[in-house]
């Protein structure tokens, strides 16, 4: 099972029905570096494979983090970190710099 990172993420403000849209580049955990705003994504890998390196605007639920009495750690913060959960997304540019 491929697993998509989303970096560099800035959340949009909340639609009334609870969705948030975010807009960055899903990258594979293999080629990110640290950000401030680094989301796993649960979405359908055939759809997202196509657009790693774009810059993306997704819509979908934010589910963040339980905490654990390791929470000082930060190894393995990506497994830990907050989630988007995937319903919708569109091209905004053509790579994360644009």
Do not use: W
């Not at 909340?14 to 640290?34: E, H, L, R, V």
């Not at 497994?79 to 053509?94: D, Q």
């Amino acid at each position: 099972m491929q697993k998509f990172l989303l970096t560099d993420a800035a959340p949009s403000a909340p639609d009334p029905a609870g969705a948030t849209s975010t807009t960055a580049a899903p990258t594979p955990p293999a080629a990110s570096a640290p950000a401030a705003q680094t989301y796993r994504l649960i979405a359908n890998p055939t759809a997202l494979s196509p657009h790693v390196g774009k810059k993306l605007e997704l819509t979908g639920t934010l589910e963040e983090p339980v905490a654990t009495a390791t929470t000082e750690s930060s190894a393995g913060s990506e497994s830990k970190g907050a989630t988007l959960k995937v319903e919708s997304g569109k091209i905004v540019a053509a790579s994360c710099s644009q």
